[in-house]
């Protein structure tokens, strides 16, 4: 169906409508019409996916993050690399326990440490800058370690390494997870997620 088409539609269906209630499906109806069934997604809609990983990502050492209090220069505090220590120091809060929070848990805990005291109502933000590193040793061109990325699997921090050695086989690498306390090995598939601090090898085939 072409778009004048779809438009023609649409404005029969508006025709016959009188009230806010029923201008609402009409809407989503023209935005399908418009879009089509194979369109991307709306850029907010994109958004709050990308936005749904990060809100689970716990802080560890390594990180880099910016806090921002909206309107209060003297609240700002650019790009802190988190450290082993696991606090932080906030004017006007105190000591921050911050490894293994995530940033909505942080920004919750600024701004409860300045309202009222200090703020009436305070905007907080927290955004990582530059995220800590994941490992990986082995059958790879390059080893070592590299900034985690978002959506980071094993077959993309093998490219970041330089790709896969000619021996590399692809049916032995394990991963030991930063968040695993018995730091136990697991066999791993290509596609499977990687997070920060966690450990790829990539054993070699005799075959």
């Not at 004048?4 to 009188?18: E, K, T």
């Not at 935005?31 to 990983?53: D, K, R």
């Not at 978002?150 to 077959?155: C, M």
């Not at 790709?163 to 086989?169: K, N, Q, V, W, Y």
């Amino acid at each position: 169906m072409s778009h004048d088409n779809r438009y023609g539609m649409l404005n029969i269906l508006v025709g016959g409508s009188r009230t806010l209630s029923r201008w609402v499906p009409l809407v989503a109806l023209a935005v399908a019409l418009t879009l089509g069934g194979g369109s991307v997604a709306p850029a907010w809609a994109q958004g709050t996916a990308i936005n749904s990983g990060l809100s689970s990502y716990a802080l560890g050492a390594g990180d880099v993050i910016s806090i921002r209090v909206l309107g209060e220069d003297d609240f700002t505090k650019e790009k802190i690399r988190l450290t082993d220590a696991g606090t932080i120091f906030f004017p006007s809060v105190g000591e921050i326990r911050i490894n293994g929070t995530t940033l909505g848990e942080l920004e919750r805990i600024i701004t409860n440490g300045l309202r009222g005291r200090i703020l009436v109502n305070p905007r907080v933000s927290v955004e990582i800058n530059e995220y800590r590193p994941f490992f990986i040793t082995g059958m790879v061109k390059n080893p070592g370690s590299f900034a985690y990325q978002p959506g980071l699997t094993v077959r993309k921090a093998a490219s970041l390494a330089g790709g896969f050695e000619e021996r590399a086989s692809l049916k032995k690498i394990f991963v030991i997870r930063e968040r695993d306390t018995t730091q136990t090995s697991k066999r791993v598939e290509l596609d499977s997620s990687i997070g920060p601090g966690d450990l790829i090898t990539v054993e070699e085939s005799f075959f």
